[in-house]
């Protein structure tokens, strides 16, 4: 499910420079808020930043052109990661004065992204050999999360303000997204099977829990399984992936029945047991919460 952001009032036409991608500033300390909104069809439009962004959309969609490779639609409640002097072109197939499109794209300082990695690896060092705090440029476009949608939201607003201490308040919610951001990257890695480490104790923690699902999965089996306590494995798990291991178990639940659910003639109840779940109406209930859907409305949709 995906997480969507506070948007910004649009520009008044009045004061707008341009039609296609017009550009407000908010600059700081260590990085700059850029908001974009176009509102005429256009394509393959050019932009390049000197330092990494971070880019979220707000209203509309574009089609984002990136590493020579097919180009992707880009909706509200997603993020794009950037590195430095990388070039994107987009399209805006369907923008228009009713329709326009609204993005953020958020310059951070390269010495910030340093000094915050440097901190993270120095006080909270990850669990395993050869185990980094770093970003993953090739996991570049990712859903936002309700921790990553709340921590961008803050950043919007303290970029915004006219408060004296804004930059102060800036620098350390640059920080909380920087750690967001690689918990969703790692998330979603594993969420893909691209997630593999054996000097890394989640990946035999992850393993264990797919061959679990129907089976009731406590925080002790999953912390013995990663030989800690579990105080420190929870810490541990939450630290890796933002959230916490039963989080993570439900969330491997659902996707589980979402996968049962494409078959149009298994029953609700049977669906509820092989996700390993003992209650209907929980799972329902719960589904719902994740999906914005039931699972009957859900298995429908695949109905030809």
Request: aromatic share 10%.
């Amino acid at each position: 499910m995906k997480s969507l952001l506070h948007t910004p009032a649009l520009t008044h036409e009045k004061s707008l420079k341009t039609l296609v991608e017009n550009r407000t500033i908010f600059s700081l300390n260590h990085c700059e808020l850029n908001i974009f909104e176009t509102y005429q069809e256009s394509a393959l439009v050019p932009l390049k930043f000197n330092d990494l962004v971070v880019t979220s959309m707000l209203r509309g969609k574009k089609v984002m052109h990136l590493f020579d490779e097919p180009g992707f639609d880009y909706l509200p409640g997603e993020t794009v990661v950037i590195p430095s002097n990388v070039e994107m072109k987009i399209d805006f197939p369907e923008a228009s004065t009713n329709n326009p499109t609204q993005c953020l794209a958020l310059a951070i300082e390269q010495s910030k992204i340093t000094d915050t990695l440097n901190f993270l690896n120095e006080r909270y060092p990850k669990e395993g050999t050869d185990q980094y705090w770093q970003l993953n440029y090739q996991n570049y476009f990712f859903y936002n999360n309700v921790d990553l949608a709340t921590t961008i939201n803050k950043l919007i607003k303290e970029c915004m303000s006219t408060s004296i201490t804004k930059d102060a308040l800036a620098d350390l919610t640059l920080q909380e997204l920087l750690i967001r951001i690689i918990q969703t990257q790692t998330a979603k890695s594993i969420d893909e099977g691209l997630f593999s480490n054996p000097n890394n104790p989640i990946s035999e923690v992850i393993a264990f829990i797919r061959l679990n699902l129907k089976e009731n999965i406590s925080l002790k089996s999953l912390s013995d399984k990663a030989c800690m306590s579990t105080t420190s494995f929870y810490r541990f798990f939450k630290r890796e992936l933002g959230m916490s291991p039963i989080e993570f178990v439900l969330n491997e639940k659902i996707k589980c029945a979402k996968k049962l659910l494409k078959n149009p003639s298994i029953q609700i109840n049977e669906v509820c047991y092989l996700s390993g779940f003992e209650d209907a109406n929980y799972f329902i209930r719960l589904f719902k919460k994740h999906e914005g859907i039931t699972p009957k409305q859900y298995q429908l949709l695949y109905v030809n």
